[in-house]
């Protein structure tokens, strides 16, 4: 009988946002894959849990990857787990997930704590649609580059950011997405968790000399439509296009480019047939 991939989430700062479940999983299966056995045997050590740990990040996720699988092929239940949060979310996880797949062996996950999705909801932002960037490039220039990609997305926008360029990324999200209402979200879940909530200008000044520390997070909402329209699409084409890439299925996409160009459905229509 083969055995079974659990990606399991643990806390994102405060150890009793754990699930009961996660605690089972962890109890129960063979051996657990982390990205540091010293952080997670401290965790783990927390709920009373002691099980062999087998290194597993970054930097092996390839060699590793292939050993996991061979010992689920062989019957053996194995858990991983991160640093914080969910598995494979901006953490090892993604290569081990597709060879299990791709092997056709049984991926569980055990949900829980995932830092963007609590940023998101406590921000005040809407919440019907959140596109998810994981974090912003480094350097200044590919920075800019990804924000013009994600400018006209029709959707509240969160990043993860280290704390030494917040300043430098506010700086850019006001100037190329313009002055949007944001958030960041700092220390989640933790004793000096605090969510700072304003206008990317405001933000941008409250934080360009502050000694920012610990671990945060941007969440950016959406130009409206009509700045959208001025900004980032010169043309009804470019307009579907852009929804699209959102996630829309075209129809969708044609209607709500319709409304914002202030014409028909069939008018739209026409005029993409006849560009
Ligand atoms: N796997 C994690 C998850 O499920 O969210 C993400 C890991 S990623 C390597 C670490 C980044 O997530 C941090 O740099 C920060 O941007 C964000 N993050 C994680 N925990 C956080 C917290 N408690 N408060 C704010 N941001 C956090």
């Given amino acids: 009988m083969t055995g079974t991939l659990y990606l399991v989430a643990t806390p994102i700062g405060n150890l009793a946002d754990i699930s009961l479940r996660a605690i089972e999983t962890l109890k129960a299966v063979d051996v657990i894959a982390c990205e540091d056995t010293r952080h997670s045997r401290k965790l783990l050590n927390h709920y009373g849990i002691s099980k062999k740990l087998i290194s597993y990040h970054k930097r092996n996720e390839r060699e590793r990857s292939a050993e996991l699988i061979e010992r689920i092929r062989a019957g053996?239940?194995?858990?991983?787990?991160?640093?914080?949060?969910?598995?494979?979310?901006?953490?090892?996880?993604?290569?081990?997930?597709?060879?299990?797949?791709?092997?056709?062996?049984?991926?569980?996950?055990?949900?829980?704590?995932?830092?963007?999705?609590?940023?998101?909801?406590?921000?005040?932002?809407?919440?019907?649609?959140?596109?998810?960037?994981?974090?912003?490039?480094?350097?200044?220039?590919?920075?800019?580059?990804?924000?013009?990609?994600?400018?006209g997305i029709p959707a509240t926008l969160v990043f993860y950011e280290s704390p030494h360029r917040l300043a430098a990324s506010l700086a850019d999200c006001l100037e190329i997405l313009g002055d949007r209402m944001a958030a960041v979200a700092r220390e989640l879940t933790k004793l000096h968790e605090e969510i700072s909530r304003g206008t990317l200008a405001e933000l941008s000044k409250r934080f360009a000399a502050a000694n920012v520390k610990g671990e945060l997070i941007l969440v950016i909402d959406?130009?409206?439509?009509?700045?959208?329209?001025?900004?980032?699409?010169?043309?009804?084409?470019?307009?579907?296009?852009?929804?699209?890439?959102?996630?829309?299925?075209?129809?969708?996409?044609?209607?709500?480019?319709?409304?914002?160009?202030?014409?028909?459905?069939?008018?739209?229509?026409?005029?993409?047939?006849?560009?």
Avoid at 89 to 110: F, Q, R, T
Avoid at 254 to 269: H, Q
């Fill in 76 to 151: 053996e239940l194995v858990a991983v787990i991160s640093d914080a949060g969910t598995p494979g979310i901006n953490d090892p996880g993604y290569v081990l997930v597709s060879e299990a797949v791709a092997a056709g062996l049984p991926v569980v996950a055990v949900p829980g704590p995932a830092a963007f999705v609590t940023a998101a909801v406590v921000s005040g932002l809407p919440t019907a649609s959140i596109f998810f960037g994981g974090f912003l490039p480094s350097r200044k220039g590919e920075r800019r580059r990804r924000l013009e990609q994600v400018r």
């Fill in 222 to 275: 959406r130009a409206s439509g009509e700045k959208m329209l001025v900004e980032s699409a010169e043309t009804l084409g470019e307009r579907v296009q852009q929804l699209e890439s959102g996630g829309m299925d075209r129809k969708a996409a044609l209607k709500a480019a319709a409304k914002e160009f202030g014409l028909s459905r069939s008018e739209a229509y026409r005029r993409l047939q006849n560009v």
